[in-house]
């Protein structure tokens, strides 16, 4: 890392600080929740300053207080990541980890994954309607996870207990409207949540553009006895998006729309066979499904594909078993089995001027696999390892490891290392293919090795913490398609390619106050693509040597959260450098530079019954996203969302 790297850094980390003591000693703080508990990165509870890595947790409180209504918009700005939005709202939504591919991002809801087969994930349709709390792991996890934990996890743990009844309704900007209502209750036997929730906007066009999403949630936990408990997990998800664009973000279409439709299912099992061992069962399910509807614009649309229509379904079933041993004081060890079938059904039919033209597909294949791994805390030092072994009915058996380590010093610090490996299956369509794509069933999946090393320093009774982390990863195996069958066997798809992610995350959270929290955050990320594979030289997508598409080289954050007697602020400040894309509105695309831009956030809310029991959870809230209504593209040719204004009220009680 360069100087000017270093000196930018030094100054945003000293800049976050400076205030830190004067503040300190205005208000008495009593504890701290700079050190949550962790679930996802061991899947056994352990604190954040125990991980061997970088860890962030999301909180329902930091939810509602920054005024966000998907789990997009609350990861954007965390160090290491990288949201893009290809324009409207309800358009694909991809996360990028670490510099890694989108699909390499595990998403998980209540230890469900919710991946497609093949690890695409679109964050356009998830909402945070009873979500408890978000834990975001960097690095390899496919040790516990399997396929698609390449470069992260992003797990949502739904709401469960208290006692809440409580509706919620927004109206702003587009003709926004958001309406949901959550009721939850319990003891400590047995408790439930049940979310409702039905949002709708205008997009970015003044042609067929708009989106809907209607989502239900549900989880309920049972503990008949001391030893024996059992939690089941129900999510519902359709949403609607009118789109007017073609792959190139050119207005084309005035009916064009896409369906989509998510189901997922958990249940988990727990049991403790003695003081020393506990037993767990999950069943999962996650169904995918839904197509493209585009009818005939007019009695002129006789020109190329008129019509079209498509229909997808994609399934994903799974039993887990795992024991866990407290072998002895501050030992935990882990083995279990796993097994998951897929199954991807589609259709499509076409109709152009070259005549009627129609597909089907219907293919499966199913995976087994056995892991194990153990967690030591012996003082000022904790150690983890993994090894899992996968054995797939397409290629193989795949074996993935990792180890880390955390050792805490003097002075509030602490150092932290880890290595391991991760896989990526290939999707369907790459293996089985349709319609003129010639799909490859030999192909191997996509594989990195990783590590990463920090430090971090917790300052000021806990009020303070500082963290820095350098990180690198190596991909290898990346399929690429190409047009002319490269293949012995005549395929379109190959692993052939490889690239690298190396970069810097540094992160200051502060909160000298009670009622105060500030965080600043800080990515340095360099991509290079070190193998093109199939593509020609000029490729503007993977071309040797070049940067991955759509990461910035650099970005910050700065969130500060006031929260004193009934009223609440939440204000953040996003910077992102220049960034590569490439333009596909012409053959062959072409290489272009997106530039750097700024965006400012501002929610807000009022509580005047906070007091009263009836009325506690109830909000006056208004909430101003792109306040200063920058012009910018995550995406080039499809504009990011302007200034957004909502304004709102939550009534009810509990939170």
Partial sequence: MNRHI?????????????????????????????DPIVVTATRVPMRANRVAGHVTVLTAADLRASGVSTVAEALEGLAGLTVVQTGSPGSATSVFVRGGESDYVKVLLDGVPLNEP??????????????????????????LYGSDAVSGVVQLFTRGGGSVVQGHARTGTRDAVELDARVAGGDGGASYAVAAAWRTTDGLYDLNSGFENATFDGHVHVAPTSGTSADVTLRTTSGTLRYPTDGAGLVVDANQRQLTRVTTIGFQLNRRLHARARAHVALRSNGIGGGID????????????????????????????WLDWDAWRGTTLTAGATYEHQRDRGTSESQSEFGPYSSASDATRHNWAGYAQGAFTRGPLAITTGLRLDDNQRFGTFVTWRVGASARAPFGLRAFASAGTAFKEPTFFEQFGGGFVVGNPDLAPERAESWEAGVERVMWDGRARLSGSYFGQRFRDLIQYSASPVSLAGANYVNVAA????????EAILEPLVSLRVEVQYTHLMTAVTDAGVLPADDAAFRLGAHLLRRPTDAVSAKVRVDRGPVGAYGTVRWAGARADADFSAYPATRVELPAYTTVDLAMEVRPFAHARMLSGSAVELQVRNV????????????????VVLVGMRFGAGN
Avoid at 120 to 142: H, M, Q
Avoid at 499 to 506: I, S
């Fill in 118 to 143: 093949g690890g695409a994930y679109d964050f356009a349709n998830l909402t945070i309607d009873n979500v408890e709390r978000i834990e975001i792991v960097r690095g390899p996890a496919s040790v």
């Fill in 628 to 643: 200063f209504d920058e012009t910018y593209t995550l995406a080039y040719g499809f504009p990011a969302p302007g200034r």
């Fill in 294 to 321: 585009d009818t005939l614009d007019g009695p002129g649309d006789t020109l190329g594909v008129y019509t079209y229509r498509s229909q997808r379904d994609l399934d994903r079933q799974s039993a887990d078993a």
């Fill in 499 to 506: 690239a690298k992610a190396d970069g810097v995350e540094l």
């Fill in 6 to 34: 270093v000196w930018r850094s030094a100054v945003v980390l000293a800049c976050a600080a400076a205030p830190m003591r004067a503040l300190a000693a205005q208000e008495a703080r009593d504890t701290t929740t700079l």
